[in-house]
C-alpha cells in the first residue's frame, strides 16, 4: 500500500513556472513507478510525465516535452515535476500516480496505476 499527498498548485501567469511535489508514504515496492497525470475541466485524465523509481528513463508526453520535467529524491519518497514556460492550456488539476509496475509502452495509461493522490491545482493566466 501507498499513499500519494501532491503539493505545490498554485496560479501563476504563462510563461512562468511552478514545481509540484509529491510525498509518497508507503512500501517502496508500490511505488516503484511514478507518474504525473493531469485532467482539465470538460477533458479526460491525461499522462504528463513517469520514471521508474531508481532508473534513469523518462517518459513525457509531446505536449510538456522540453518544458516539464519529472525527478525523484531520497529514493523515490518525494517525486517532483517542475514546470516551465507554463502555457494556459497546461491549466489542470495535477494528480500523483504510483504502481508496482508499468510496462514501458503503458508508462503515461492511467489504467496502469492503482494509487493515486487528491490533485492539486494549477492555474496558467494568460
Known amino acids: 500500500q501507498v499513499q500519494l499527498v501532491e503539493s505545490g498548485g498554485g496560479s501563476v501567469q504563462a510563461g512562468g513556472s511552478l514545481r509540484l511535489s509529491c510525498a509518497v508514504f508507503?512500501?517502496?515496492?508500490?511505488?516503484?513507478?511514478m507518474a504525473w497525470f493531469r485532467q482539465a475541466p470538460g477533458k479526460e485524465r491525461e499522462g504528463v510525465a513517469a520514471l521508474y523509481s531508481g532508473g534513469t528513463s523518462t517518459y513525457y508526453a509531446d505536449s510538456v516535452k522540453g518544458r516539464f520535467t519529472i525527478s525523484e529524491e531520497n529514493a523515490g519518497s518525494t517525486v517532483y515535476l517542475q514546470m516551465n514556460s507554463l502555457k494556459p492550456e497546461d491549466t489542470a488539476m495535477y494528480y500523483c500516480a504510483a504502481d508496482p509496475y508499468v510496462p514501458a509502452s503503458a508508462m503515461l495509461e492511467q489504467s496502469e496505476y492503482n494509487y493515486w493522490g487528491q490533485g492539486t491545482q494549477v492555474t496558467v493566466s494568460s
Open positions: 508507503g512500501d517502496t515496492y508500490s511505488s516503484s513507478v
